[in-house]
């Protein structure tokens, strides 16, 4: 018993096979080259990007203000005490937030306490 008999239709039928193979390998290529041209594309992008920045960083020549080291230094002082206040800041902020998380904590505890309270008096009431 063979798979495809060697008459015409078999053959015909091996040949559309082999169509049908090519044809399928051909749409698979095709979306793949389009894929890896779409990216390759993206890369020349990017490299004509980079190229640029270089460019542009290349031209720049000194910077405008000329800043002498006691100038600078003094920046830096003034820097550091900003970093010192953010973190006071920040320290205090968390205190704060810290003591408002507890009073409302206390504040739904007592109110729970006195629903608790009322709830049981009612209850005594029924009785």
């Known amino acids: 018993m063979q798979l495809f008999p060697l008459t015409t239709d078999g053959l015909l039928t091996i040949a559309l096979y082999l169509a049908g193979i090519a044809v399928i390998y051909l749409i698979i290529r095709e979306i793949r080259l389009m894929w890896t041209s779409a990216r390759l594309k993206q890369l020349d992008l990017e490299k004509e990007k980079i190229d640029l920045i270089r460019q542009d960083i290349g031209t720049r020549g000194s910077p405008y203000i000329r800043i002498s080291p006691e100038q600078l230094a003094g920046l830096r002082g003034i820097q550091d005490d900003i970093a010192v206040l953010e973190n006071d ?13 507890r ?25």
């Open 89 to 101: 800041i920040f320290v205090s902020q968390k205190m704060l937030d810290s003591r408002i998380q």
């Open 103 to 127: 009073l409302e904590n206390k504040v739904k505890q007592r109110k729970l306490d006195r629903m608790h309270d009322k709830v049981g008096e009612e209850e005594r009431k029924i009785r």
